[in-house]
């Protein structure tokens, strides 16, 4: 892990590497490279890596065209400013590297092989939110579906830990920055941010079968009424028949609640459908109309 984000961790000989031609001559001989600092603005092109380990090495404005990378691993590597144009990486694994304004540029890249110390959620969380707004735009610009919706869901989640962030140094109202924090965590749990159908649905059913079997049980406590006439007991279709209307908010029911407890029972219902369909929406959208 690095110490200092934007520094390499010290070390007794940092080896200076200022060539592409040294870069490449290097791994004719070795197959890790550590402790050493490469030249910016160099240009490695029409090349690959396979098999080695980077470690505690800055890389930072230097520029990869064309270039294939495969089983390699980048550890506590400093990565800021720089450029990836038409490169490809295989099975590749970066941990706890800064790669703070890096370019993607058509770029085959699994986001998943970003890996972040937790310490790094309440320090450098900007980083991170960079890291995977970055790999969001270049897998949507290369129609890469799920790579696209694995960087938006990490994305979301570390603008949230930037949030905490700014609440911890009072750069944010304290109040509304929670609130944003709540319904964040409620639409990551409940939906993923629209990219989570099935855990949607699970959640849709039982809440759907918990309604109608709640609405049996207070039945009588509900003072239920049909035509002016009290119903004290009801079978479970009768009650999941009231709570669907209630939930789609058709509002044709026969059926009247008399008391505090009903009338609270029928705003919960209905207030719970109008949720339910603005997060279906939000589903459609992300799976469907995108």
């Known amino acids: 892990m690095l110490q200092k984000f934007f520094q390499l961790n010290s070390c007794d000989n940092l080896k200076c590497i200022d060539s592409a031609e040294a870069f490449a001559q290097h791994f004719h001989n070795a197959s890790s490279l550590k402790n050493s600092l490469v030249t910016d603005r160099i240009t490695l092109s029409e090349g690959g890596l396979k098999d080695i380990e980077l470690e505690n090495v800055q890389l930072s404005k230097v520029i990869f065209e064309r270039f294939t990378f495969t089983r390699c691993r980048f550890v ?18 970066f941990r706890n590297c800064n790669t703070y304004k890096f370019n993607l540029k058509n770029v085959y890249i699994d986001p998943r092989s970003f890996q972040l110390d937790r310490r790094y959620h309440w320090t450098a969380s900007n980083i991170g939110v960079d890291l995977f707004q970055t790999l969001y735009r270049n897998a949507s610009e290369t129609y890469q579906t799920y790579f696209a919706s694995f960087a938006d869901i990490k994305r979301r989640r570390w603008r949230r830990y930037q949030s905490w962030y700014d609440i911890k140094e009072n750069r944010t109202r304290r109040i509304s920055a929670l609130w944003q924090i709540f319904s964040d965590v409620c639409f990551d749990l409940t939906m993923k941010y629209g990219y989570g159908p099935l855990r949607f649905l699970l959640i849709s059913s039982v809440l759907f079968i918990t309604m109608p079997s709640l609405g049996q049980h207070l039945w009588d406590a509900m003072g239920m009424m049909r035509a002016s006439t009290p119903i004290p007991s009801v079978t479970l279709s009768d009650a999941l028949y009231y709570c669907m209307l209630l939930v789609t908010t058709l509002g044709f029911s026969d059926l009247v609640p008399t008391t505090q407890i009903g009338k609270m029972f029928a705003v919960g219902c209905a207030l719970f459908g109008i949720s339910w369909m603005a997060l279906f929406t939000a589903i459609l959208v992300k799976r469907v109309i995108r």
């Open 76 to 93: 506590d590597c400093i990565l800021v400013g720089t450029t990836f144009n038409d490169c490809q990486f295989h099975q590749c694994s």
